[in-house]
């Protein structure tokens, strides 16, 4: 749990933390319009002008703040790897056993973070195109896959085999279908989604 | 259901040989299409790729918008088939049986999941196209959850919810386990997905506890 520094940018390094109100707004500004373009654009699609236009900056503006799109994309990876474990956390705090409202409020929990961080989780699992950026994200999935996994798993009646595959299906069941809903919105109801993946992780769980 | 301009008003009775030219072209846009985008593939790419003349090309496509959309049109075609096999289910079917379905959905994204999902990020920018891209993957949802619903002891209240939420955990599943090669066995990965399918068919009505 606590080796999640992999892809972690070690804020200390940068001068996040001396930086003053306005240069917060600036930096924050960059992140935002970053995680959008990596969603619309990919990693690799996404040019340092496409994020200075669309925060209204100049280049020197930018290189203020970051040394690059990689490390936009290493500092969005720690925020949301850190919000995925908290998520993780909650649902392994919920009672034993949950009743279905439990478990609905949870997946609205879930989409709620995304509403903030899907845009990047997106971006990331079409991937940056280098491999140590993915296999650094390959393996704080893993992680997350199997932390969830294993909590689903200890309150199955019948517990599958594989906790990282269990969390794997759970998570990708939410992640897309909350892209469809949000993203490339099908005109499907969200509130029907989330009802159908309470159903399923109900189902799941025997409760 | 088609998208946009079809290429109804050409002759489709072509010989052997010209089957063979356009099945290549098709092929190699496919690749050129995944790793470079829609934008970035130029016509003389998908002819360099399979060593044809720019007029072979044009005998058989009038443009690489044209090429795509039959590429589409052919996925399409591909899930739906791959969703009607459902049908050929038993009506309460065994876990075994739903992971062989899986395997045959997961055999169709072996072929065309990586244009599908290339082609939602880099496709061409033509709003027509988005919005029948979207009404044909609302209608594979509503198919499949009908088919789910239909087996369910507690049926939801929106097939396409179902089958929006199913697709999703299927589409994303493979996508890891293919294209990013996570180190997870793809018979566990399946055999937990027919679980899951199973759980939700299976689940008993319950009384609602508040």
């Excluded at chain 1, 140590?132 to 994200?137: E, N, P």
């Excluded at chain 2, 075994?96 to 990586?114: K, S, T």
């Excluded at chain 2, 399946?190 to 008993?204: D, F, P, Q, R």
Aim: net charge positive; with cysteine.
């Amino acid at each position: 749990m606590n080796k999640t520094t992999d892809l972690a940018v070690d804020e200390s390094d940068t001068p996040a933390s001396k930086l003053g109100p306005r240069a917060m707004r600036t930096r924050h500004a960059i992140l935002q319009a970053s995680k959008q373009l990596f969603l619309d654009l990919g990693f690799a699609g996404t040019r340092i002008n496409n994020i200075t236009d669309a925060c209204g900056i100049s280049r020197a503006g930018f290189y203020t703040y970051f040394r690059d799109k990689r490390e936009i994309f290493n500092t969005l990876g720690e925020q949301t790897y850190h919000k995925l474990l908290e998520l993780v956390s909650e649902l392994d705090r919920l009672p034993r056993p949950c009743t279905r409202a439990h478990i609905e409020r949870w997946v609205r929990h879930y989409f709620a973070f995304m509403d903030e961080h899907g845009a990047f989780i997106l971006s990331a699992q079409s991937g940056p195109a280098d491999e140590q950026t993915q296999s650094a994200i390959n393996r704080m999935q893993m992680r997350v896959w199997f932390l969830l996994g294993a909590g689903l798993r200890s309150r199955q009646k019948h517990p599958t085999t594989a906790p990282e595959a269990l969390g794997l299906a759970a998570l990708a069941m939410l992640d897309r279908s909350w892209y469809h809903c949000r993203a490339q919105p099908l005109s499907i109801s969200t509130d029907d989604v989330t009802g159908v993946i309470t159903d399923y992780f109900t189902a799941m769980l025997e409760c | 259901m088609s998208v946009g301009p079809n290429s109804g008003d050409k002759r489709v009775n072509y010989g052997p040989r010209a089957a063979r030219t356009r099945a290549a072209i098709l092929d190699a846009a496919r690749e050129l299409f995944l790793d470079h985008g829609y934008a970035g593939t130029q016509v003389a790419h998908i002819t360099r790729a399979c060593g044809i003349s720019r007029a072979g090309f044009y005998t058989y496509f009038r443009d690489k918008h044209e090429v795509f959309l039959l590429l589409a049109d052919k996925s399409y075609r591909a899930v739906l088939e791959v969703v009607g096999r459902w049908h050929t289910l038993p009506h309460s079917c065994t876990p075994g049986e739903i992971a062989g379905w899986v395997r045959a959905y997961f055999d169709f994204l072996d072929v065309h999941g990586a244009f599908i999902f290339a082609s939602i990020q880099s496709g061409p920018d033509d709003a027509r196209l988005v919005a029948s891209s979207r009404r044909r993957q609302a209608r594979v949802a509503y198919q499949l959850g009908a088919h789910l619903r239909e087996r369910q002891a507690r049926p939801a209240r929106t097939p396409e919810a179902l089958g929006l939420a199913t697709m999703a955990m299927l589409d994303r599943c493979w996508q890891a386990h293919h294209a990013q090669r996570v180190p997870i066995e793809a018979d566990d990965v399946i055999e937990t997905i027919a679980g899951l399918i199973s759980g939700i068919l299976t689940a008993k009505p319950l009384v609602q506890s508040k």
